[in-house]
């Protein structure tokens, strides 16, 4: 896709990010919405190679709008500034409306192409399951996490709002609480776009995607529902 049109777009978008601006733009907003789409049919393509769960994924469910929902927002911006899709078996775009790993990516007005797998704020009953499941199989937790192409590309989990205690139930003494406190179990990492990048980005996140199955493939062996400690 270009590129270079869509980061383009949403910098101007950034900065103008109001109705009349954007019914103005939006001739240009259709036909880059149109290449992004074309960008997540190919990826999810791509993805099924190795992840045949995904195959059944509708690229159009995976877009997200580029409308915000403000009912509960203090930002009152009506649009998002970053064009973005979740590729799930069950076509549903985000992790927490009922638990199961994704595989997610965005680009923003910046340039920033940010790319991620796993569990984004799993709801409580999910989270819960995970983590006695962490306990329950940290032999094959660790060896997903010590697999060489996933730590290269992605490294550590994602932290944001990691409890600073052991979650209610949980011993401090168990070995692998340092996981049990997190509230995400999401990998992600991120790059820059540059005039030499490629348009054709489904190849290097379709091998990013390829290197985060290992996770992926765990949390799907997560048991549905778990017991309240």
Same mark, same amino acid.
């Given at each position: 896709?270009?590129?270079?049109?869509? $980061? %383009?777009?949403?910098?101007?978008? $950034?900065?103008?990010?109001?109705?009349?601006?954007?019914?103005? /733009?939006?001739?240009?907003?259709?036909? &880059?919405?149109?290449?992004?789409?074309?960008?997540?049919? %190919? #990826?999810?393509?791509?993805?099924?190679?190795?992840?045949?769960?995904?195959?059944?994924?509708?690229? =159009?469910?995976?877009?997200?709008?580029i409308h915000r929902d403000m009912?509960?927002?203090?930002?009152?911006? @009506?649009? =998002? $500034?970053?064009?973005?899709?979740?590729?799930?078996?069950?076509?549903?775009?985000?992790?927490?409306?009922?638990?199961?790993?994704?595989?997610?990516?965005?680009?923003?007005?910046?340039?920033? #192409?940010?790319?991620?797998?796993?569990?984004?704020? @799993?709801?409580?009953?999910?989270?819960?399951?995970?983590? %006695?499941?962490?306990?329950?199989?940290?032999?094959?937790?660790?060896?997903?996490?010590?697999?060489? +192409?996933?730590?290269?590309?992605?490294?550590?989990?994602?932290?944001?709002?990691?409890?600073?205690? @052991? @979650?209610?139930?949980?011993?401090?003494?168990?070995?692998?609480?340092?996981? #049990? =406190?997190?509230?995400?179990?999401?990998?992600?990492?991120?790059?820059?776009?540059? +005039?030499?990048?490629?348009?054709?980005?489904?190849?290097?996140?379709?091998?990013?995607? =390829? /290197?985060?199955?290992?996770?992926?493939?765990? &949390?799907?062996?997560?048991?549905?529902?778990?017991? +309240?400690?």
């Amino acid at each position: 896709m270009h590129l270079r049109d869509l $980061t %383009q777009f949403l910098s101007e978008l $950034t900065d103008n990010n109001n109705r009349p601006w954007f019914v103005m /733009n939006k001739p240009r907003y259709d036909i &880059l919405r149109e290449e992004f789409l074309a960008l997540v049919t %190919q #990826l999810v393509a791509a993805t099924s190679r190795f992840d045949p769960q995904v195959a059944a994924c509708n690229p =159009k469910k995976a877009l997200f709008r580029i409308h915000r929902d403000m009912r509960f927002s203090h930002d009152k911006s @009506p649009y =998002k $500034t970053q064009f973005s899709a979740s590729i799930r078996p069950d076509g549903r775009k985000k992790p927490s409306d009922g638990g199961g790993p994704s595989y997610y990516f965005q680009i923003d007005g910046s340039g920033q #192409l940010f790319f991620a797998a796993g569990e984004y704020a @799993p709801p409580a009953d999910r989270l819960r399951a995970i983590r %006695q499941h962490v306990i329950a199989d940290a032999a094959g937790f660790n060896k997903a996490l010590r697999n060489k +192409a996933l730590k290269s590309t992605f490294g550590s989990f994602y932290e944001e709002n990691k409890l600073s205690r @052991p @979650p209610k139930g949980f011993d401090a003494d168990e070995p692998m609480i340092e996981y #049990l =406190k997190l509230k995400h179990f999401l990998i992600c990492s991120d790059v820059q776009i540059t +005039a030499r990048t490629s348009p054709d980005l489904a190849p290097q996140l379709a091998e990013a995607f =390829k /290197n985060a199955y290992p996770l992926v493939q765990w &949390l799907r062996s997560v048991p549905a529902s778990a017991e +309240a400690p």
